[in-house]
Each structure stands twice: as structure tokens, then as C-alpha cells.
């Protein structure tokens, strides 16, 4: 479960090894954070440093939301790391038992100390001020940096715009430098309800606002443009202008914070002169799976065109997975067909506004268990059919009561399908890679252009453990998705 609060923190600190020998780098943020901690990472990598980095949720196993210069560690080291976090508490007494979250926590820190990494980038998990990450202390913080504040976690952020402000703000530490985009809600079309008549919260009022608490704080801000033509640093203008990334886009975006952080505050010694071209070729060697990602579903299942898997599960996300499609993928003759599952809780028809088209068609399905996040759940896929139909009623929409037949199509083996009774007479495991097969074919019997995966990241990696194990099934090599 989700557990928040002070003492709670009070209570992890006791968990982690001190003296750290690594300084972080703190992200929070509603978008672009998971993005910006890869970005950054990977600059720390190609500047010679060891790195760790810290990002959730996991994406395939547990363990790979931890990485060391962008390879996630293995299973070994993770589980040896956890175990010694849970003798501690043992050890600890007490009554206080850590979440699945500060657990996680405290094993990645215990795990970038064994490692000896002098740099960290470690995401929040959700808010800042009462995360787990939070933990940390202003003399083991490098740099904090704000991505863009949208609308998500409202349940225990809060409804508004400022009180989530607030939360994100919390990671601000006494002489500590803070890092965020200038302006960085300009395409902020929703009420606030926090502000007075209702009116919106105006990119000025949020400045303001981070600029306050970051004087409360004792920290400095540092407001990062957006544009090329405002960026501070030659070389970086130069190189984002030869990868095709459109000023104001999240890839772009998150490569001027990560780098400005690190150019304004990583002493001289530690920031290389970079080659002609080696920027370049950092930002476009960069990988984040799961985000405006290509691949091919062979072998799991046969289809020849590539699929675009998101996992966009926020207002904010959908808008840019909705650019880079419309940009990509979209013209007037075909529609795109979109296979969608989403946690209970989202704003799904806000998400949805953005995504679906008059000629799209929709497949519904659901995620299946989350190793180590038995809090989350997923949405009906028959409450969200109702959405879309509500949405548009003249886009052809299948949800999983549709996908319920008499006979189902299972995996005997990746690649050799035979029949049961029914889906649901299946072990949970089976149940589920049943089920999300079936999804995915019918999705590929009705795309006429483009396939989009998206919805949520717990989406996005069943489908990635799918065709890890029909590789593995068959012999076959998985593809590299890190690196």
C-alpha cells in the first residue's frame, strides 16, 4: 500500500547506510521526470562518471528500476541488497514496518553504495515532500530538479494544481540549487480549483509559487527555458538541432534540464569539453523503454509492422503521446487502433480526450498483478469501454467482457497457441498472458494503420515480459531494451 508521512521518513532514515558516497540528483515532477532522469544519467555516463540510477515503477522485473550507468543490476545483487534492508529492520525493533516503496528506497541506496557510484539520479515516486525519497538530506543532494506539474495522484496529492505544487516542492533543500522550466505550464488548459473563482493557475502564479518555497526552503531556483534559441549553451543548441527533436517537445525538454543541471552545477573538473558531435551522439544513443517506443512483437506473435508502445497514464502524458502520433502515424485515410488498459483511479476520459480519433478504433484489456505493488489495480475494461462510447459513440470499441469466448487462444508455448475450455478456468499467470494475447490480436485484426500500445507502463511491460519469454522460449536472444 501507499503509506505517506514524516515519520515514516524519520523511521527510513534508520535503514540506510551513512556516510552516503555518492550525491544525488532529485527529481520530481508530474512529466517528463522518468525521461529526465534517464537523460541525465546517461550525460553522467558519457562524462565519465559512475552512475546509479533510481526510477519507478520497474518496468519488466523488479529489480530494473535500479540501474548502474544505465544497466539495470541483476537479480542477485538486488535481492542480497534487499535482504539486508529487511534484516535491519529486524534488528530495528519497533513497530515501524517499511512500505514496498521504502523498502525499494533504501535497497537502491544500499545498492549505490556497494557499487561505489559517485553520482545517483533518484526519481521521486510520487509528490516529494512526504516520498520516500526524501530521505535524503541536503548535504547528500546535489542538484534538485522540478519536470512539469500536471494533474495525477490527485487522491492523495490533492485536486488542485497548487497543492500539488506544493507536494513537488518539497524536495527544495536548504543551499541546495533547484532546477525547473521557466514557464513550464503554458499548455495548462484545466481549472485549478485551488485558485480563487476558479480561475486557471497561470505559468506566473506557479513560478511564483516554486519561487517561494524555494526561498523558504533556503534553496536557489534556476528557471530553465525551453526554446533552443533561449538555450545558455552552445554545444547543447548545436546538437539538439542535428536529432530532430522539435523545440518544446518532452525529449527535447528533458535533455535542456538534465544538461543545464549539469552544466551549472557539476564542478569543472567533472564536466568534459565534449567533441564535435559526441553530444550528439549521447542524446541519440539515449534509451527510456516504454516511451514513444518502437518495436516488433516477433516471436510472440506474428505481425510485421512495428507497434508504438506509451505508457502515457495522465492527462499531460496523453497530450504528448497524441502529438507524436498525430506527427508520425495519423493522416486522413486510415484511423489508428489503440490498445489501452489503465489503473482504477485515472482521469480516463480526460486521458482519452486526446488520444482518439473519429476514425481510430479502440481495444480494451486490463493489466495483470504487479510484482511488488499489490496496491495497484486495474481499471474495468468495461468501465472504460463505457467511457469511450460515452466519448465516441462511432468508434468500434471491444472491451474485455467481448474477449470472454467459449474457447480462448492461450500460449501452450510462445509460439504454438492451443485451446481451453475457458480463459477464466486459467492459473492468474496464464489468465493474464492469455488474456493480453488475445487483446493484442484483435487490435492487429482491426488496424488498418498504426498500432498504439498505451495506457499505463504496467501495460507496457506485460507486453515486454511477453515477448521476453517467447524468445527465451524459442531459443532466441530477447532484445536489449536499456541499452
Known sequence: ??????????????????????????????????????????LLKAAGHRTGRFTSPHLIDRWDCIAINDVPIDEDLFCDAEKTIQDRVIRDGGSYRPSEFELLTATAFEVFNREKVKY???????????????????????????????????????NSLTEIAEHKAGIMKAEVPCFAFSGYLDDVDKHDAGTAAGKQLS??????????????????????????????HLELREALSNIALPAGSIGARSIVLAYTTMRRTLPAS??????????????KNMKWPGRLERIHLTPWIDFDAQVLLD????????????????ANYRNDNEGITWLIAFSEGKDIKAILSHLIGPKDSVVITEFGLVEGMPWVKPADPNDVKETVLDMRPEVPSIAEQDLRLPRAVVEQSSTTPTTMDTIESMPEQSHSQAKLRRAVELAISKAKGALVITGSLYLVGDVHRAIRKSCIDVGKQPPSIWV
Request: hydrophobic share 40%.
Open 1 to 42: 500500500m501507499i503509506e505517506l508521512g514524516l515519520e515514516r521518513l524519520q523511521h527510513l532514515n534508520r535503514l540506510i547506510s551513512r556516510p552516503l558516497c555518492w550525491k544525488a540528483f532529485h527529481i520530481a515532477g508530474t512529466n517528463g521526470k522518468g525521461t529526465t532522469a534517464a537523460r541525465l544519467s546517461s
Open 120 to 158: 545517483a539520479v533518484v526519481e521521486c515516486g510520487m509528490g516529494g515532500l512526504l516520498d520516500a525519497t526524501n530521505v535524503l538530506q541536503p548535504e547528500e543532494v546535489y542538484a534538485s530538479i522540478i519536470t512539469r506539474i500536471d494533474y495525477d495522484h490527485t487522491n492523495f496529492l490533492g
Open 203 to 232: 505559468k506566473d502564479e506557479v513560478d511564483a509559487l516554486l519561487r517561494r518555497k524555494a526561498s523558504e526552503a533556503g534553496s536557489s531556483l534556476h528557471q530553465v527555458p525551453f526554446c533552443n534559441d533561449e538555450l545558455y
Open 270 to 283: 567533472d564536466m568534459p569539453l565534449w567533441a564535435p558531435g559526441q553530444l550528439e551522439t549521447v542524446f
Open 311 to 326: 505508457g502515457a497514464h495522465n492527462e499531460g502524458s496523453a497530450k504528448v503521446l497524441a502529438s507524436y502520433v498525430d
